[in-house]
């Protein structure tokens, strides 16, 4: 299975910030915010990464990541969308990359305060099709949004509804196989001039090959306001310290 990561996009809703680098540079606490969508996918057992930048810092991730090496992977590939088309087409161009695999995608501005591994793993016995993560939040309304059965099953994912139908996002992390590439030619560009995500996730969903899995720990969209940005990096301190004094008084025990 590979992983791809989407870092492109100029950051506007960050300026002044991103003025001179690309927001997935900016430091999330103690660690550039790349590292952690890195860290999650190499503990599911990845060690194959495409990243994909855009903007005129593209270089910037070659000088802070180099081959991948230091955080366990095999190769670490990048690839350039050169305009802001949507997380659709910047997936589409890792098709070669992907190369009849399965794939888990990641924003690059997301940020979770659990692994990855079960869900990984659930997508991994699935014959095919794709896996979303779902999270219950206060106001999903700048998000894909699940509209449930009466069963509980997903009927329909609506981007960003002015009346959201749950209170359950569909996170920045996409779990797909090959067959994706085929759906992303498929796609009109939205109002937005995008090919959009949700439009690849109700395709699969058109035809009973889409699953989710639940998200317990925390989300954040690091990349969604600055304030959501310095949030971020408060959740992110005190998971890291908490997590820290738990270890701490774990080894006291033994």
Partial sequence: ?????????????????????????????????????IKSLVETGIDDIMIVCGGNQA????????????????HLNYSY?????????????????????????????NIIGESLVKAAQE????????????KEVDDPTDYGVVKFTAEGAIEKII????????????VGIYMYDSNVFDIIETLEPSDRNELEITDVNNAYLRIGKLKYSSLKGFWADAGASVEAYYQTIRIVRNFKLNSKKNKARHLTTI
């Avoid at 270089?59 to 095999?74: Q, S």
């Avoid at 305009?83 to 910047?90: L, Q, R």
């Avoid at 014959?127 to 993560?133: K, V």
């Fill in 1 to 37: 299975m590979k992983g791809v990561i989407l870092a492109g996009g100029l950051g506007t809703r960050l300026y002044p910030l991103t003025k001179i680098t690309n927001k997935h540079l900016l430091p999330v606490y103690d660690e550039p915010m790349i590292y952690y969508p």
């Fill in 59 to 74: 270089g910037e991730f070659l000088r802070l990541l180099g081959n991948g090496h230091e955080f366990g992977l095999k």
């Fill in 81 to 109: 969308q050169k305009n802001e088309g949507g997380i659709a087409e910047a997936l589409g161009l890792c098709k070669h990359f992907v190369d009849g695999d399965k794939v888990i995608v990641f924003l690059g501005d």
């Fill in 123 to 134: 997508f991994r016995k699935q014959d095919g099709g794709a896996r979303i993560l779902l």
């Fill in 159 to 170: 981007e960003k509804p002015k009346v959201p139908p749950s209170n359950f996002a569909v």
